[in-house]
């Protein structure tokens, strides 16, 4: 009796950890790099909400279920010009000063 309950306990326990590592593998990220386009510094944007973007040379989003609003003012103020909900990369100058990872 006391075996099984730990045992099930257990696989609560092993589904729980499981359940944690696909939320972290699934989470969408943005690597922002300094440019000329996708070159020297770059800085990694994966918080859920609202983050000012400070390079603007290129990026690579990886989409991992939530989508991601660009902004063009800073703070995720007024309307988001765009709506990134797939894998995407530019290595083109962009204007965006924010963007808001939904989750
Ligand atoms: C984002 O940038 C704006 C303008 O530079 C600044 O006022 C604001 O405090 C920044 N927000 C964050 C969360 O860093």
């Not at 990220?29 to 070159?39: D, E, K, L, Q």
């Not at 800073?74 to 083109?92: H, M, N, P, T």
């Amino acid at each position: 009796m006391a075996a099984t309950k730990k045992s099930v306990s257990m696989l609560i326990m092993a589904l729980v950890l499981m359940a944690v590592a696909i939320e972290l593998a699934n989470a969408s990220s943005i690597i922002v790099f300094a440019g000329p386009g996708c070159n020297n510094r770059a800085q990694k944007h994966l918080k859920c909400g609202c983050s000012n973007i400070s390079l603007r040379g290129g990026y690579e989003f990886t989409y991992g279920g939530q989508s991601a609003a660009m902004y063009w003012q800073s703070d995720c103020e007024g309307a988001s010009q765009f709506i990134l909900r797939g894998d995407s990369r530019s290595c083109d100058a962009y204007t965006w000063k924010s963007m808001f990872i939904q989750c």
